[in-house]
């Protein structure tokens, strides 16, 4: 059974940082594109980082510069550091896990991070 379980978010104020994880089981982790999304009640989900599993990366451009993503693929987990943190960034943030070349992908449950201002 394919498991994505976010952790890391909470309540910052704004200027502050979070780091978020997503582990994964059930799956090769390694021969997976990751990705965070987030989504804010109303709005539709929008991608905020993916990482490809040759390493390339590509970014919201509301988060470049500011949020980092990164993976270890011996402990199946994705992480997202997050700094410079705004109260637009509020959202629930979701770990997405795509395998190349197919229409196969999971969904985690998300993890809530609330900036205030």
């Known amino acids: 059974q394919v498991q994505l379980v976010e952790s890391g978010g909470g309540l910052v104020q704004a200027g502050g940082s979070l780091r978020l994880s997503c582990a994964a089981s059930?799956?090769?982790?390694?021969?997976?594109?990751m990705g965070w999304y987030r989504q804010t009640p109303g709005e539709q989900r929008e991608l905020v980082a993916v990482?490809?599993?040759?390493?390339?990366?590509n970014y919201a451009d509301s988060v470049k510069g500011r949020f980092t993503i990164s993976r270890d693929n011996v402990k199946n987990t994705m992480y997202l550091q997050m700094l410079s943190l705004k109260p637009e960034d509020t959202a629930v943030y979701l770990c997405?896990?795509?395998?190349?070349?197919?229409?196969?992908?999971?969904w985690g449950q998300g993890t809530q991070v609330t900036v205030s201002s």
């Open positions: 997405n896990a795509r395998r190349p070349g197919t229409e196969g992908q999971y």
């Open positions: 059930g799956i090769t982790f390694s021969i997976y594109h």
């Open positions: 990482m490809h599993t040759g390493g390339y990366t």
